[in-house]
């Protein structure tokens, strides 16, 4: 693995608040120049520490006011049955986020969509591609923090 300096730390900190501002800009908070900060760009996508440049959007200008915390829990721990999830997952754009778990939860979904009613199709659509012993869901009232940013 590629080792990073503190240079390189300060073109992530900005690049990850703000993929879109000019090159200029990152290179004056890393302290560098335009050239040497474009190099370390370069090659921090190409060592991967950069893995895309993404907008944000705002989901409820979109129309999609309520993001839930769907839990799973299986009994079925087969490939096939492993492999039916993950492509149910994928296959899904309201899933923003899914994670499979340690502990007494198997798998978390974070799920973005219009309301109450369109989760319940979302619901009727997922346990009708794959079999789940147990689902659970929370609906977010408040968010209080929710970033992209990593703590670097």
């Given at each position: 693995?590629?080792?990073?300096?503190?240079?390189?730390?300060?073109?992530?900190?900005?690049?990850?608040?703000?993929?879109?501002?000019?090159?200029?800009?990152?290179?004056?908070?890393?302290?560098?120049?335009?050239?040497?900060?474009?190099?370390?760009?370069?090659?921090?996508?190409?060592?991967?520490?950069?893995?895309?440049?993404?907008?944000?959007?705002?989901?409820?200008?979109?129309?999609?006011?309520?993001?839930?915390?769907?839990?799973?829990?299986?009994?079925?721990?087969?490939?096939?049955?492993?492999?039916?999830?993950?492509?149910?997952?994928?296959?899904?754009?309201e899933i923003v986020g899914a994670h499979r778990m340690?502990?007494?939860?198997?798998?978390?979904?974070?799920?973005?969509?219009?309301?109450?009613?369109?989760?319940?199709?979302?619901?009727?659509?997922?346990?009708?591609?794959?079999?789940?012993?147990?689902?659970?869901a929370s609906f977010v009232m408040e968010d209080i923090?929710?970033?992209?940013?990593?703590?670097?």
């Open positions: 693995m590629t080792s990073i300096d503190e240079f390189d730390l300060k073109i992530l900190r900005q690049v990850q608040k703000d993929a879109a501002q000019p090159i200029e800009v990152v290179a004056d908070q890393a302290g560098l120049s335009r050239n040497a900060c474009w190099r370390r760009i370069k090659r921090l996508e190409a060592d991967g520490f950069i893995t895309s440049r993404v907008a944000l959007l705002d989901a409820e200008k979109l129309d999609l006011d309520l993001m839930v915390y769907v839990m799973v829990r299986t009994h079925d721990h087969e490939p096939g049955w492993l492999e039916k999830f993950r492509n149910a997952v994928r296959s899904m754009p340690s502990g007494d939860l198997d798998y978390v979904l974070r799920v973005r969509v219009k309301d109450v009613k369109a989760y319940d199709a979302f619901y009727q659509r997922l346990i009708a591609k794959v079999p789940i012993s147990e689902v659970s923090k929710d970033t992209t940013g990593l703590p670097i």
